[in-house]
């Protein structure tokens, strides 16, 4: 049974970075396309990024565009997030997640439905 396990949140002041990460355990993640979501509260989870199995296709919703980065090291069954020039407006939890399906090597920002969550990672951003 695949898990995954998110890290790296806290405190940050607007303006500067924070790497989020996401460690998967169980299952390698070899197949597997990674995503990034978050949920400010009040608000729904939105998602913000994946990277395909490959590592060759990463997208990014608009509010991430230009300031947040995705990639993963296959070899240690880890995705990560960078999150760069931060501001209120990302304070939210962040997950990461996958899918089970035929088509859970790709990635598509877009797509909602996963299947195997982590619990999140709280990320503040505040001065």
């Known amino acids: 049974q695949l898990q995954l396990v998110e890290s790296g949140g806290g405190l940050v002041q607007p303006g500067g970075s924070l790497r989020l990460s996401c460690a998967a355990s169980?299952?390698?993640?070899?197949?597997?396309?990674i995503h990034w979501f978050r949920q400010a509260p009040g608000k729904e989870r939105e998602g913000i990024s994946c990277?395909?199995?490959?590592?060759?296709?990463?997208n990014y919703a608009d509010s991430a565009q230009g300031r947040f980065t995705i990639n993963r090291d296959t070899a240690k069954n880890m995705v990560y997030l960078q999150m760069n020039n931060v501001g209120a407006e990302d304070t939210a939890v962040y997950y990461c997640?996958?899918?089970?399906?035929?088509?859970?090597?790709?990635?598509?920002?877009?797509?909602?439905?996963?299947?195997?969550w982590g619990k999140g990672t709280q990320v503040n951003v505040s001065s």
């Open positions: 169980g299952v390698g993640l070899d197949y597997d396309a």
């Open positions: 990277i395909s199995a490959s590592g060759s296709n990463a």
């Open positions: 997640a996958t899918k089970s399906t035929i088509d859970r090597a790709l990635c598509n920002v877009r797509t909602r439905s996963m299947d195997y």
